[in-house]
């Protein structure tokens, strides 16, 4: 299932707006932006910033939400399509059991300057909170998250694509 592929820009195919968030709103001082661009023949979201831990910060993210929800039961995982500059970026899942801001299940990858598609199956998700479920599967997604975060570096990554495979 495509969930993003950039027909309908800052929005998703079930029509969810994409938003820009910041450690701002907790106190911290990374800065940055999105927009729709073509990279490379591609159009996607380019989240470019400045990404810092003072201030117990230390991350820049476009989240969408998901409406309808997605079952992790239906699907083995998440696609995504980027472009990147070389760093490591996050994807972050929430569910109906991450209530807290700081709870979500995350996967790690590394950008490189070619477009390619990363997959992340459900099962190599890992918490967040020692109080979550383990594991991922069999719950409910809320939304979905491209991030930059956890260390200080210069964000530049390209999404061309997302969806559930």
Not at 35 to 54: A, D, I, L, P, W
């Amino acid at each position: 299932m495509i969930l993003d592929d950039l027909k309908n820009p800052n929005f998703t195919n079930q029509f969810q707006k994409w938003n820009f968030i910041t450690d701002q709103v907790m106190g911290g001082i990374s800065s940055g932006d999105f927009q729709v661009e073509e990279v490379k023949g591609f159009y996607c979201y380019r989240m470019t910033g400045n990404v810092s831990t003072k201030n117990n910060g230390g991350f820049i993210q476009i989240r969408a939400n998901l409406k309808p929800k997605i079952n992790t039961i239906d699907y083995n995982g998440i696609y995504i399509k980027v472009y990147g500059n070389d760093k490591n970026y996050n994807l972050h899942l929430r569910t109906g059991l991450t209530l807290a801001p700081w709870q979500f299940y995350s996967f790690s990858f590394t950008s490189t300057k070619n477009w390619k598609e990363i997959r992340a199956p459900f099962i190599e998700f890992k918490k967040s909170n020692f109080y979550q479920p383990k594991s991922i599967v069999g719950q409910t997604l809320n939304s979905i998250a491209l991030v930059a975060g956890f260390s200080d570096f210069k964000s530049d990554i390209c999404l061309g694509e997302v969806g559930f495979y």
